[in-house]
């Protein structure tokens, strides 16, 4: 583990100039294999990078190095009255910056997908320093360039280091956004039967630019979060639950917070006394859901064993980005593909987060698993490949491209293949950065 930016550049031109595969590892969470390495080598480890440089509340920015994680970077933020951009329910020991860099969905939808990341640092296989965005202008340490944002001279070099897996670099710190904490907020959750009405419903109430955290859940996915004694909550939970759930925050800062609650409450409701649809400030039949969402809605998870694994012992799963309209045609087919191998459709957790205020979304299928079960390791493998083929078939925009997925998007489109090979050989010409991921 190289302790400094230094010795992490000595390491890297070393590695190259032997043509040692280097395979970098932020997180101390590895779920996909993208730390795993393929060709052999050496996994350089910087999850002891933990230091968070500055915390900058005017321009809602935090400088922070890759070990960094959720856990670490809320408590520090909630200090200064701002809160960080994470997924729903993060592991504590999630990364910050790997979660930016595969480009996780953030739970606030007024934002691109992209945007969160503002400037990097990067580690180039030759051991030479890159920067990202306005930090390459001038140093950042003096300038504070960093803070400006992405728009660099030139190409947008943030979107082509997000999502490489470390195979084009290692970063070594980056600025990403923060938001400040609401004062005052109104929680709703909104039940549907149907997902196709639950879509209708978001197209309209995103396209009013209204509320902070917007996301639903199947009853599947929100027993998973909600039972403390698994798997017989699981089991209790889905019998009284909505099929489908959409959760809804409004939020107010520190400017007239009940003025801004009140107008986005009155759009929101609005829209749905047109949709004939009735939210609630709890779910009836689940009084718990309310109290922990309120309170752990902008936070990680809480437990030792993940909410995902919560009822079987382990889950896989697979997401895409869609236009939110198709999602129905993707849950169907899903569902078809479970019971082909006789697996319950009913156990998949279905997690849809709305992104770019409605146009696209995050469709993510949970699928829950005994692993000391041998049969059912076999079926949930298969179940995972003709799934994802479905998925692509139909359109599936796989834009974290880890095992099969990577085979499909690569190995069906030749250009974009050759395209991004053609960048690697070019930056990586001796090939060492996490070979075998592209």
Known sequence: MPENVQQLRELVAYANEIRLPVVPASSGTHTYGAAVPRMGGMVVDLSGWKKIHRIDYRNRAVRIDPGVTYDQLQEELEKQGLRALMPLLPRRDQSVLTAHL???????PEFNYSEPLYTAEIVMPQGDIFRTGAA????????????????????????????????????????????????KQKLYFTPFSAL??????????????????????????????LGDSMPADYVKLK??????????????????????????????MENARECGVRPQSTLSDVPQAAPFFEKHLRRCWHKDVYWKDSCKGASTDIFFLTPMGKAPSFVAAMKEEARNVQYDPDDIGIYLQPIENGRVCHLEFIIPYNPNDADECALIRRLHRSASERAYALGAHFTRTYGIWAEMVYGRNAVHYQTAKMIKETLDPNNIMNPGKM
Not at 102 to 108: D, F, T, W
Not at 240 to 261: A, M, N, Q, S
Request: with cysteine; charged share 20%; hydrophobic share 45%.
């Open 136 to 183: 390459a202008m001038a140093p950042p340490e003096t300038t504070h360039t960093d803070l400006i944002g992405p728009w660099g001279p030139g190409f947008d070099w943030n979107r082509l280091y997000t999502r490489a897996q470390g195979t084009l670099g290692i970063v070594t710190w980056a600025n990403v956004m923060a938001e400040p904490l609401p004062v």
């Open 196 to 225: 196709e009405d639950l879509v209708s419903f978001i197209y309209k109430v995103q396209r009013r630019w209204i509320g902070y955290e917007c996301f639903a859940l199947n009853r599947s996915c929100l027993s998973m979060i």
């Open 102 to 108: 595969e480009a996780h969905p953030m739970l606030i």
């Open 239 to 268: 019998r009284v639950l909505p099929e489908y759930t959409l959760l809804f925050c409004i939020g107010g800062l520190k400017r007239f917070p009940d003025e801004r609650i009140a107008y986005q409450e009155a759009d929101f």
